[in-house]
């Protein structure tokens, strides 16, 4: 009976190792054919002359010049689309300080797209130099111009144009302080927002010119949403035929003085 036990158990294990042996070849075929594979085609796909680039798409651009972008990236035609390094091209193309972000794709079998997203300006830097920048929304100086009135933007006046670097952010306090009040007035009323010609800060004190008659907005120092949102309530209720100027500077949450001149 022991020897029938023995015999059993030895039959079990024979037949479980004639099990394995196979298993265990199987997964080293398949594992070097994935291997193999995967080989052959990444070699492939690096070396095939059908991936080579042929077509170079640049598309989100507006005031970038699109001639200039094609030829800085010229150079890439025919190079196979899955060896082009994107990062090569980002910093090539960080030379042009209009843009904000890049996005590469590559469409099979030989088109590279690149799809850019501009900063856009939204105001002029003024000095009494007559340096005239532009710089978007974050503050961004993004070129010098010599003729501010040619796209109707309003211009930030009286700001100091000396420390300021194209392609970098510009950190003066006081295109900081204008910079917020430009983007609140954004948020609140757009409307409101495209009548202002010039930001300007004088005494420590905030004024805004309207852009027809150049009715100036007395905002003083401090309170800046407030008070805005008070200027735009009294801009749209009693206009500015008979004014120039609404001075908010006496205006806060408790006084809701406004002063009509």
């Known amino acids: 009976m022991h020897n029938m036990r023995r015999t059993y158990k030895n039959k079990s294990y024979v037949q479980k190792r004639n099990l394995f042996i196979p298993f265990f070849w199987l997964l080293i075929l398949f594992l070097v054919s994935a291997f193999t594979f995967a080989y052959l085609s990444l070699y492939g796909l690096s070396h095939w002359k059908l991936l080579e680039v042929k077509e170079i798409k640049i598309e989100g651009t507006k005031y970038l010049n699109k001639n200039s972008l094609y030829l ?8 196979n689309l899955f060896k082009i390094n994107d990062n090569i091209i980002k910093e090539i193309l960080s030379e042009y300080t209009r ?31 007559e340096s005239q920048y532009m710089i978007d929304k974050e503050g961004m100086v993004l070129d010098y111009i010599d003729d501010y009135s040619m796209n109707g933007l ?30 609140h007035i954004e948020k609140v009323n757009l409307d409101f927002l495209k009548k202002i010609s010039e930001f300007y800060i004088q005494d420590d004190e905030v004024i805004l010119a309207e852009n027809e008659r150049g009715v100036k907005f007395l905002l003083g ?26 001075d908010l500077r006496f205006s806060d949450p408790k006084n809701e003085i406004i002063i009509l001149r």
């Open 72 to 79: 800085r990236l010229a150079s890439f035609e025919g190079h």
């Open 221 to 246: 120092s401090e309170e800046f949403p407030e008070r805005i949102d008070k200027l735009i309530f009294a801009y749209q209720n009693f206009g500015i035929a008979n004014f120039s100027e609404i």
């Open 154 to 183: 309003p211009i930030f006046s009286r700001i100091n144009t000396n420390n300021l670097t194209l392609g970098r952010v510009a950190w003066d306090k006081n295109i900081k302080i204008l910079l917020d009040i430009y983007n």
């Open 99 to 129: 843009i904000k972000s890049i996005k590469i794709i590559r469409q099979l079998p030989n088109k590279l797209k690149i799809i850019i997203q501009e900063r856009i300006p939204i105001a002029h830097l003024g000095s009494n130099n």
